[in-house]
């Protein structure tokens, strides 16, 4: 991990999407049998099959918020759920009525406190999403503040309680390639930073 970590000196240098991609690549390939993948639209989990050998997480446009936030999903997905697309999870769109909003937030807490942790061990910011621009704004709204409690008391959980495995890992391998060791910490999670 030493060389790759000696590649990036400066905390604030843009974070460059192809080397988070080399950096799980050479975290979880040979182990996991996974890849982490920029595509060209929506973000997907794809389990090896016949056409390709290994499993790919597919994440948004080469957003980089998009990759930490998938990579959360794998982190947390047990080993039945990897062999399966999306791992299994059911996603509606935009304009999903209060309830359904609900019920996708109850599983998107444990991914986004990752995806918080994940972005401080890089150094970037997290901003929360209850991805529903086009759900009723006032039910989106007085959801939101439920929500990112939720996400920060998630966040503080594994912070206290440790990480799943394979989130540990990635996080320590972020803060040895971006130096982040000495700014990381429990006084990044407060609730007024999501």
């Not at 390639?177 to 006084?187: D, L, P, S, T, V």
């Amino acid at each position: 991990m030493a060389s790759l970590a000696a590649k990036t000196q400066q905390t604030d240098a843009p974070l460059k999407v192809a080397d988070l991609i080399r950096l799980f690549d050479h975290l979880f390939l040979s182990t996991e049998n996974t890849r982490l993948v920029a595509g060209d639209s929506e973000p997907e989990y794809l389990p090896a099959d016949d056409s390709c050998s290994y499993h790919r997480i597919l994440f948004a446009h080469g957003f980089y918020e998009s990759a930490l936030h998938e990579i959360s999903h794998w982190c947390i997905a047990g080993a039945e759920r990897r062999l399966l697309r999306d791992f299994g999870y059911w996603y509606e769109p935009d304009g999903r009525s209060e309830s359904r909003q609900r019920e996708f937030e109850q599983v998107e807490v444990k991914p986004q406190a990752l995806e918080w942790i994940l972005s401080e061990a890089c150094g970037r910011r997290f901003h929360i999403s209850t991805d529903n621009l086009d759900g009723d704004p006032l039910a989106v709204e007085a959801g939101r503040a439920r929500f990112r409690d939720a996400v920060h008391a998630q966040a503080h959980i594994y912070l206290q309680n440790g990480l799943p495995e394979r989130a540990e890992i990635l996080k320590s391998a972020l803060l040895d390639y971006y130096q982040r060791h000495n700014e990381f910490g429990a006084h990044l999670f407060v609730p007024e930073r999501i």
